[in-house]
């Protein structure tokens, strides 16, 4: 009794996931899918119907899953911009200030700072031109 009281728990669990899944891609939709998947070994009507909605919430869910993906996607682009930038303007700015100094020549001390931050040797002068030009009011 005991084994059949806790079956009947997590069965009623479950459907509660369920039917908050199936109202969050469709707004009111739980209860008739609860119905349906209840009810449908009960009739070919019924299974059918299942299979419909259930087709229908699945494909809706890859959707939204979609549409999440596209976005973390765009936002760790964005976010990985920001970082470069900042980058190239924390190089601009040591290469100012250590060019005052400095004997090598510009392009030696470009490469020389890329080497610090990890960037080979074009790179980093890219990276710098770009840094003195977003330092530039």
């Known amino acids: 009794m005991e084994a059949w009281l806790r079956a009947e728990a997590r069965i009623a669990k479950v459907e509660a996931d369920i039917k908050d899944i199936s109202n969050s891609v469709v707004p009111g939709s739980g209860g008739r899918f609860i119905r349906l998947l209840r009810n449908r070994f009960r009739s070919s009507g019924f299974s059918f119907d299942y299979r419909l909605e259930r087709d229908g919430l699945l494909v809706r ?14 936002e760790v682009r964005q976010l990985s911009a920001v970082s470069i930038a900042n980058r190239d303007r924390r190089m601009a700015e040591e290469f ?3 060019r005052k100094t400095s004997s090598d ?4 001390l470009m490469v020389a700072i890329g080497k610090r931050h990890e960037v080979k040797r074009s790179a980093a002068i890219e990276a710098i031109n770009r840094g003195l030009k977003a330092l530039k009011p």
């Open 96 to 98: 100012l200030r250590k």
């Open 61 to 74: 869910l890859g959707e939204i899953a979609a549409a999440k993906r596209k976005r973390a996607i765009e």
């Open 105 to 108: 020549s510009d392009t030696a």
